[in-house]
């Protein structure tokens, strides 16, 4: 990919710059079941629930009880925190060192699909393993799904990005490891990168012209 003409950049956060394994949070929770128990999230799917939490539209409390009620859940809420946390691995130091990189030469977004327990999560990662402020203090905007209603891939998430920050879609690059968000921002004319393992974002912005 020639990077040349490319002036935006838009992240997706999980699996692109936090490590993730969704098993972990799946493994966990499945432990305070009462009985066996399916837990119903992947990186393709989830159920109503997990949908209801990431677009802002029940509570952390709402949520907790969710799982307790769906899926026969008897735990604390620091229990079931710490069980949904656990997919939430690291943020490796390069990464960070990239970012601030690549804020200098192009405009760049996260836009996560998330919710406001693992951004919780996110920022003490940050703050305990870095010396920036926070997580949004890499970007010139950040898109949490669960803070602005929307979530990929529904078009219209990326349509609010390219309007409000006055982007042109040919200059933008969205980087994304879910194959159906990349689908979505390409039917818009986005420029995509599906990131697979073992790609990582340091090494395709080392093999790339820029």
């Given at each position: 990919?020639?990077?040349?003409?490319?002036?935006?950049?838009?992240?997706?956060?999980?699996?692109?710059?936090?490590?993730?394994?969704?098993?972990?949070?799946?493994?966990?929770?499945?432990?305070?079941?009462?009985?066996?128990?399916?837990?119903?999230?992947?990186?393709?799917?989830?159920?109503?629930?997990?949908?209801l939490l990431e677009t802002g539209n029940c509570s952390n409390e709402e949520f907790r009880n969710g799982l307790r009620e769906t899926y026969g859940i008897d735990a604390s809420d620091e229990a079931i925190d710490e069980a949904w946390n656990a997919m939430l691995l690291d943020i490796p130091q390069e990464r960070i060192d990239l970012l601030l990189e690549l804020g200098k030469k192009y405009r760049i977004f996260l836009l996560s699909n998330t919710n406001a327990i693992h951004l919780e999560r996110f920022n003490q990662i940050v703050a305990h393993s870095f010396t920036i402020p926070s997580l949004d203090?890499?970007?010139?905007?950040?898109?949490?799904?669960?803070?602005?209603?929307?979530?990929?891939?529904?078009?219209?998430?990326?349509?609010?990005?390219?309007?409000?920050?006055?982007?042109?879609?040919?200059?933008?690059?969205?980087?994304?490891?879910?194959?159906?968000?990349?689908?979505?921002?390409?039917?818009l004319g986005i420029n995509t990168l599906h990131l697979q393992p073992p790609l990582t974002i340091n090494k395709f912005f080392a093999d790339v012209a820029v």
């Open positions: 990919m020639d990077l040349t003409q490319i002036k935006n950049i838009i992240f997706d956060l999980g699996g692109v710059i936090i490590n993730l394994d969704y098993n972990k949070s799946i493994e966990e929770l499945q432990k305070l079941c009462k009985e066996n128990c399916n837990i119903a999230y992947s990186q393709k799917e989830q159920s109503h629930l997990f949908d203090s890499l970007f010139e905007k950040t898109y949490y799904s669960h803070l602005v209603g929307k979530r990929k891939p529904d078009a219209h998430i990326f349509e609010q990005i390219l309007a409000e920050n006055s982007l042109d879609k040919s200059e933008t690059l969205f980087i994304d490891d879910s194959i159906q968000h990349i689908e979505s921002a390409n039917k």
